[in-house]
């Protein structure tokens, strides 16, 4: 099992910048992604981000990309979400996920989710 500790949500306004972090115990051997997704309200949970756990690479989702980045550290088992330049529609829940095979989809685990909303 891993378990997943997201943190860094809250509300801000639109053009501000909020970062998220995931910090992750337990089989963290096992991951081989871990990512962040969101659902707004009445909507799917839909990939934004997610980044490869031993080369590091980055898998960003076209709706934010040029805005967000994500980024990690091995040493503290902890992704983080960079947010700026954020807008109404990024108001959601953000999950962050952990993955055993694939970077963008069929994750294993979840953290409880934090909110974000932007106010406009």
């Known amino acids: 099992q891993v378990q997943l500790v997201e943190s860094g949500g809250g509300l801000v306004q639109a053009g501000g910048s909020l970062r998220l972090s995931c910090a992750a115990s337990g089989r963290t051997f096992s991951i081989y992604a871990m990512g962040w997704f969101r659902q707004a309200p009445g909507k799917e949970r839909v990939f934004v981000a997610a980044?490869?756990?031993?080369?590091?690479?980055?898998y960003i989702a076209d709706s934010v990309k040029g805005r967000f980045t994500i980024s990690r550290d091995n040493a503290k088992n902890t992704v983080y979400l960079r947010m700026n330049s954020l807008k109404p529609d990024d108001t959601a829940v953000y999950y962050c996920?952990?993955?055993?095979?694939?970077?963008?989809?069929?994750?294993?685990?979840w953290g409880q989710g934090t909110q974000v909303t932007v106010s406009s």
């Open positions: 996920g952990a993955s055993s095979g694939r970077a963008t989809s069929n994750y294993d685990y």
């Open positions: 980044i490869s756990w031993s080369a590091g690479i980055p």
